[in-house]
């Protein structure tokens, strides 16, 4: 069923991206190309079959195959740096294909990077075209390196601990209010310079007080969380679902028309209505908008709360549509 509502425009501005720590990589390897007096640097991570290059100076590729690599062998050194003055004079890398055809490395070192675990996961390394020696400051300036990188990627794992953290909801494991603040606005601002569509959905659970009332806060809650399942479950996998507030939910459908929104909220809506509820019963109602119909986030969500009130006010169970005829 579709309800009609008025709509007015307003602008907004745009998000912006994240930072990350890619230019604190690259400046460590440059300091590990300027102590070691090396033109090519890089910082590798080891998966199960390959060294991917996470930062680098003077070289092009992504990945390394590790049983190819100097720095499989420099990993299995872990508390030492690994120094090979003159690869060609190694039987271990003399016919290697980047010291016998091209590049044509002369000289290697790389020191293990050591998570706090114990682990080795991967190397910070420098390779020189003609052979040398590293004195033994440089030896112990490459190892701090190694610390540093480190230090810096364990950083980097607990602000996206804390940041996942922040942006769920404790009770649900889905995305939380704020995460869906700040999509909203990324969303919003995309549609503003793309033209990119997409459609936003609000979800509430029908007669959630009465169930509250009738079972108990724990049961509310268990029912709460098998909501947030079934729609984490069945909605696709590029929608975005957040709770946005006591038995509320939210969806953003991106690059979809309202038509096509309703087909797949109708879809959801059923698979609640069809669950196998072992205390009573429970389903939804849903209002959509499009974001083509707004110029302005606020009354995009006003238009979609005010529809899904309609859908409740008129029986409850249904999905209610914006349209501005």
Same mark, same amino acid.
């Given at each position: 069923?579709?309800f ?5 425009t ?5 998000v ?6 890619g230019?604190?990589?690259?400046d460590?390897i440059?300091?590990?190309s300027y ?6 640097a890089?910082?590798t991570?080891?998966?199960d079959s390959?060294?991917n290059?996470?930062?680098k100076?003077?070289f092009?590729g992504?990945s390394?195959l590790r ?5 499989g ?8 740096v690994?120094?090979?003055p003159d690869t060609t004079?190694?039987?271990r890398f003399?016919?290697h294909?980047m010291?016998?055809?091209?590049p044509?490395?002369?000289f290697?070192?790389?020191s ?10 991967g ?7 003609q052979?040398k020696q ?5 030896i112990?300036s490459?190892q701090?390196l ?15 601990q804390l940041h996942?953290t922040?942006?769920t909801?404790a009770?649900t494991g889905?995305?939380?209010?704020r ?5 909203f606005?990324?969303? %919003? *601002? $995309?549609?503003?310079r793309?033209g990119?569509p997409?459609? #936003?959905?609000?979800i +509430? ?7 509250n009332?009738s079972f108990g806060?724990a049961?509310g809650?268990?029912?709460l969380?098998?909501?947030?399942k079934?729609?984490?479950?069945h909605?696709r996998?590029y929608d975005? %679902? *957040? $709770?946005y507030?006591g038995?509320?939910?939210v969806?953003i #459908?991106?690059g979809? +028309?309202?038509?096509?929104?309703y087909k797949?909220?109708?879809k959801l809506r ?6 196998e ?7 939804v109602?849903i ?5 083509e119909? %707004?110029?302005?986030?606020k009354?995009?969500l006003e238009?979609a709360?005010?529809?899904?009130y ?12 914006f349209?501005?005829?």
């Amino acid at each position: 069923m579709a309800f009609s509502l008025a709509a007015t425009t307003l602008t907004d501005t745009a998000v912006k991206e994240p930072a990350t720590t890619g230019q604190s990589l690259r400046d460590i390897i440059q300091l590990a190309s300027y102590i070691c007096d090396a033109p090519v640097a890089m910082v590798t991570k080891a998966d199960d079959s390959e060294l991917n290059l996470i930062a680098k100076l003077g070289f092009d590729g992504e990945s390394i195959l590790r049983k190819e690599s100097f720095c499989g062998y420099a990993m299995e050194a872990r508390d030492a740096v690994m120094v090979i003055p003159d690869t060609t004079l190694d039987s271990r890398f003399n016919t290697h294909s980047m010291v016998a055809k091209g590049p044509k490395y002369r000289f290697y070192a790389g020191s293990p990077l050591i998570d706090p675990d114990g682990y080795v996961i991967g190397t910070i390394c420098v390779f020189d075209y003609q052979p040398k020696q590293l004195n033994q400051r440089q030896i112990d300036s490459l190892q701090a390196l190694s610390r540093q990188v480190i230090a810096m990627l364990e950083l980097t794992k607990l602000s996206e601990q804390l940041h996942q953290t922040s942006m769920t909801d404790a009770l649900t494991g889905v995305n939380n209010r704020r995460a869906f603040d700040q999509r909203f606005e990324a969303e %919003f *601002a $995309r549609w503003q310079r793309t033209g990119q569509p997409f459609t #936003l959905a609000l979800i +509430d659970i029908d007669h959630f007080k009465s169930f509250n009332d009738s079972f108990g806060h724990a049961a509310g809650d268990q029912a709460l969380s098998e909501v947030a399942k079934l729609f984490q479950r069945h909605c696709r996998n590029y929608d975005f %679902f *957040a $709770r946005y507030g006591g038995e509320e939910f939210v969806l953003i #459908l991106p690059g979809t +028309d309202r038509v096509s929104a309703y087909k797949t909220l109708e879809k959801l809506r059923l698979v609640v209505a069809n669950h196998e509820w072992p205390l009573r019963q429970l389903t939804v109602s849903i209002g959509l908008a499009s974001a083509e119909k %707004f110029s302005d986030k606020k009354q995009l969500l006003e238009a979609a709360d005010q529809v899904l009130y309609k859908a409740k006010t008129q029986g409850r169970n249904q999905t209610g549509v914006f349209s501005d005829s």
